[in-house]
């Protein structure tokens, strides 16, 4: 089936480091690739996103490359700030769906300190 | 609206009490979709309604399971006799249409907890 794979958190940090949080994905076909962020008390956004393979998506300072070889998208920021503490998490939909399907991986919890 | 509205924000319910959840979409957007987000499972599609076609109902986890959207607009989620692993955040999204380019925006979602 289709599923997408995140590390487990809660990831902690101190301010300016490098984050990676990680993500792999299984499907049949060829997926759109999503990474959503929930901050306290607010609902899931859209962070960034990549619909082929090779493909960036980038908003805010973070990045993620759309890897079919490794069926990975990876997210990365390279200094992160106590204002992204927050679960980020990691999605993929299917053209044969015909509709914006997600599934979701169970999310990832970014602490970061000051 | 602003955003995609939900109501109640929490809500507590009785074991085998029916309850009904309320989504009220960007407006202007064709397509709403509703997500379960429980301890055990994650985020998981439940259903989608895109304008006046039949929707999509193939994630709803049993027949107590139901929705419906008047109007084209707002939406209700029901849970008839609820059980205690419905205990979840139900959310709703809503986007300019059903296509795989669209963003969908997410509400704050609706915590249920089934005593």
């Known amino acids: 089936g289709n599923s997408v794979t995140q590390m487990e958190g809660p990831v902690t940090l101190s301010e300016e480091a490098f984050l990676t949080i990680n993500c792999t994905y299984t499907?049949?076909?060829?997926?759109?690739l999503f990474w959503y962020v929930q901050y306290p008390g607010e609902g899931l956004q859209l962070l960034l996103k990549?619909?082929?393979?090779?493909d960036k998506g980038s908003n805010k300072g973070f990045e993620a490359t759309y890897r079919k070889e490794t069926t990975s998208f990876h997210l990365e920021k390279g200094s992160v700030q106590v204002s992204d503490s927050a679960v980020y998490f990691c999605?993929?939909?299917?053209?044969?769906?015909?509709?914006?399907?997600?599934?979701f991986g169970t999310g990832t919890r970014l602490l970061v300190s000051p | 609206g602003a955003g995609v509205s939900q109501s109640p924000s929490n809500k507590v319910t009785e074991k085998g009490k029916d309850v009904e959840l309320r989504c009220d979409p960007i407006?202007?957007?064709?397509?709403l979709y509703w997500y379960r987000q429980s301890l055990g499972q994650g985020l998981e599609f439940l259903i989608y309604?895109?304008?006046?076609?039949?929707?999509?109902k193939s994630g709803l986890p049993s027949d107590r399971f139901s929705a419906e959207r008047t109007g084209g607009s707002v939406s209700t989620l029901t849970i008839q006799r609820t059980q205690q692993e419905d205990s979840a955040v139900y959310l709703c999204?809503?986007?300019?249409?059903?296509?795989?380019?669209?963003?969908?925006?997410f509400g704050q979602g609706t915590r249920l907890t089934v005593v």
């Open positions: 999204a809503s986007s300019s249409s059903g296509g795989l380019r669209t963003e969908a925006f």
């Open positions: 499907a049949t076909g060829y997926p759109s």
């Open positions: 990549a619909t082929k393979a090779d």
């Open positions: 999605a993929l939909t299917l053209p044969n769906t015909g509709f914006q399907k997600l599934v």
């Open positions: 407006s202007g957007h064709t397509a």
């Open positions: 309604f895109q304008g006046n076609s039949a929707p999509d």
